[in-house]
């Protein structure tokens, strides 16, 4: 007969509450779930595992003496009315949970502090009236990398993967998954400690790249945010919510492509699309980046912008990454740093077996062959 672990009933209540499932919902999945919540007996720890990966919780905290002090997630999103989170498709809501976990996964790997030298979201300070072109400077040489770097990466892949690395050292962990929901490019969940960006897998890597830097200027003004493919939805904020959102859209773009470099450009070129196409070659961004560009500085007008972006969105293919394997995948999503944060406590014998695998969001059958695909001792 399985062991069964005593676990504290509130603390299943929270997270059955947190993840927006009723009592029905779980008697449905688990017989017994009711006689658990009620205290007249506890589940096994495989249950516990099933529990966690449908709540999207780390098992650690059912092992918590009570539940975890954390505000509602959409508390987190100042800049969005509560209609626009309480209509978050399934999908999303469930990511925002997970990111949530996520969170907490650093919170315990770490005892707390963000292993990054220093944190960009508590170093630097921004007002939302303030210039951007000064916040696009400032945040640059704070991540260390100049434009010429950034131009003399060979290809978009490795730009992806050069920006993903200077977020982390500027303490913002990156990851990802397949949102499943095409109009949603990414989000962000601000924390003191550990601020996160969560990327849609699915989405080309120029907008994932620019959906990098929209997060993190919502980051900055320490707010949570959500990157959605199109702008309608700006419409619905307020004035100064609306604002931010402007803001960090043309934060992303200044960011990637400078204004006076735009401004270099056309001097020899017109605002085209075809000069896009060769400034989004250049700085491995997308042409809608480019444009966006054109339109800020009022060199196209807002119909130019909305057709090319239309016109291009319909053009746009998945991103490849290394499909199809499991393994790769896992890493792609979690992000090198992290998953080196769990097995480096895995190693020094701070966790267990089937803790790292709760970390890594995989069953302890996978570990070997995870870590040594990756070159890690087992």
Not at 184 to 206: Q, R
Not at 224 to 249: A, R
Request: proline share 5%.
């Amino acid at each position: 007969m399985a062991v069964q672990i005593p676990v504290t009933p509130e603390l299943l209540s929270w997270a059955r509450q947190r993840a927006g499932y009723s009592l029905g919902d779980l008697q449905q999945k688990f017989v017994k779930y009711q006689d658990w919540e009620q205290g007249n007996s506890y589940p096994t720890y495989l249950q516990l595992e099933k529990l966690a990966a449908l709540f999207k919780v780390p098992v650690a905290v059912f092992f918590f003496p009570d539940p975890p002090s954390l505000p509602p997630i959409s508390k987190t999103f100042r800049t969005l009315p509560e209609s626009e989170i309480e209509n978050l498709p399934t999908r999303m809501r469930l990511l925002l949970r997970k990111a949530k976990a996520m969170q907490l996964n650093l919170h315990e790997l770490t005892r707390g502090k963000n292993p990054a030298a220093g944190l960009i979201t508590r170093d630097l300070q921004f007002s939302p009236t303030g210039a951007v072109e000064s916040m696009a400077t400032s945040v640059r040489e704070y991540i260390g990398i100049p434009v010429e770097t950034q131009k003399s990466w060979s290809d978009i892949e490795s730009a992806l993967s050069e920006w993903r690395s200077a977020l982390q050292r500027a303490g913002v962990f990156v990851f990802k998954d397949a949102f499943k929901e095409q109009n949603y490019s990414g989000f962000c969940l601000y924390d003191e400690e550990f601020p996160i960006i969560y990327v849609n897998n699915s989405s080309t890597k120029t907008r994932q790249i620019f959906t990098y830097f929209h997060e993190l200027a919502h980051l900055l003004f320490h707010t949570s945010g959500i990157d959605q493919l199109h702008d309608e939805f700006i419409d619905k904020l307020t004035p100064d919510n609306k604002n931010i959102e402007i803001l960090c859209n043309r934060f992303a773009s200044e960011f990637l492509v400078p204004g006076s470099i735009i401004n270099d450009t056309i001097q020899k070129y017109d605002a085209s699309a075809s000069t896009a196409e060769l400034l989004a070659n250049e700085y491995h961004v997308s042409r809608e980046v480019i444009f966006r560009r054109f339109l800020d500085l009022n060199k196209i007008t807002n119909s130019q912008y909305k057709a090319a972006v239309e016109e291009w969105n319909q053009q746009r293919t998945k991103g490849s990454g290394k499909g199809g394997d499991y393994y790769w995948t896992k890493l792609a999503y979690l992000g090198r740093g992290y998953v080196s944060l769990a097995i480096s406590q895995f190693q020094q014998n701070r966790i267990d077996e089937n803790k790292l695998a709760d970390f890594l969001d995989t069953k302890p059958k996978n570990l070997e062959k995870l870590m040594e695909e990756q070159g890690w001792t087992f």
